[in-house]
């Protein structure tokens, strides 16, 4: 059985983040599914399978981090649609049934990728008791980001204080159902870029993202509506980093970025 390893949200290797991708004919027992994404060890391992002709979906779609299947994920789709393309599995726009309704992926004709998501619906909340603590960082803001991330939304000073966070990782799992993602201004937007985040998300095992496509649908609707634009860049810098094109389309948020396979191999078991 064939398994990849892609570099999503980035155009080079070994930057943005990794996902494992497996093509299959139909979806084998979970426990299979989490033992291989535990033994892949990246953020998410994506597992898809095809459909029947004339159905709303053409692949069927799940993702499973190291410790548990969750319901959305940005850059393990874009991970399997490039997969998709690159081996001539599937050709134009994909669509994908998944645990949060159907999701497309459409190639561009400079290689890249653009999923169409759901909005997350932003409601802003107070900071909780020893949140500041857990993060080393004042929160200016703090929004929920719905049921399908889980997160807390966290906005702080400035992008030197997004780079500098050292948190308790520990002590942030009991703030939110997946984890928290901080963001601020970027500080010279001449860089590419209108924002900076880092997420980190110790709930489903993984201290801190390389890159997420989820988080950007919520970090859309909030940069939009501050800086006027419906067409953002968001730097999400972590130690690999990557970038995230963002449109807001109301309901919908097409998160835009580029994918490398690096690893093209056998799986055994």
Known sequence: MRIRIVDAF???PFAGNPAGVLLLDSFPDDAWLQNVAVE????????????PA????????RWFTPTTEVALCGHATLAAAHVLHT???HRGPVRFTTRSGVLVATPGDDGSITLDFPTAPLTPVAAPNGVAEALCAEPLATFDTGPNTGDLLIEVADERTVLG???DHKALARYSKRGIITTARAEDPSRGYDFVSRCFFPNVGIDEDPVTGSAHTALAPFWSERLGRTTLTG????????LVRTELRGEH???????VTVVDGELLA
Do not use: I, K, Y
Request: glycine share 12%; proline share 7%; charged share 15%.
């Open 10 to 12: 980035t155009d080079r």
């Open 87 to 89: 081996t001539g599995a």
């Open 165 to 167: 966070l050292t948190p």
């Open 253 to 259: 948020t097409l998160l835009t970025g580029h994918a």
């Open 54 to 61: 004339g159905g709303e979906a053409d692949w069927a779609l």
């Open 235 to 242: 730097l999400q810098a972590s130690p690999r980093s990557g």
């Open 40 to 51: 892949v060890n990246h953020a998410e391992t994506a597992f898809t399978h095809p459909l």
